[in-house]
């Protein structure tokens, strides 16, 4: 599965999501954890809508966003495309930590929630 990190530092999860000017992507399997790609999100709009619109676009092949802040429109736009929105718990909390925790939660007592997005991914290939 694909998650999308909104940082300004590329190791905690600590800027809003129509905020955010860069998404750090992480592929989790139960086996690995890798950083995929640094996404450019950076591209300012006047139009709220026009900017969440290209926010998800930013993040459009991933499963999850996890993100220190996310609106109530946002979310919902992001839940319509098919993305989980997801908070972090403060924004001192480590992309590391987080993607080690749902790496232990797909193979140990996996949530419903997550393994939702499981089965999506196994019935997309």
């Not at 399997?29 to 969440?52: C, F, G, P, Q, Y």
């Not at 839940?79 to 939660?105: A, F, L, W």
Request: with cysteine; hydrophobic share 40%.
């Amino acid at each position: 599965m694909k998650i999308a990190f909104a940082s300004l530092d590329g190791v905690h999860v600590n800027q809003h999501f129509g905020w955010c000017e860069r998404f750090y992507i992480y592929e989790i399997t139960k086996d690995s954890i890798s950083l995929l790609e640094e996404v450019d999100a950076s591209l300012k709009h006047e139009d709220e809508i026009e900017k969440l619109t290209y926010k998800i676009e930013c993040i459009e092949a991933c499963d999850i966003v996890c993100v220190s802040q996310i609106g109530p429109k946002a979310a919902n736009m992001v839940q319509s495309v098919g993305i989980y929105p997801m908070r972090s718990s403060s924004e001192d909390e480590s992309i590391e930590n987080i993607t080690n925790s749902i790496q232990k939660m797909i193979t140990v007592n996996t949530p419903l929630w997550l393994r939702r997005i499981l089965l999506k991914e196994v019935n997309s290939i």
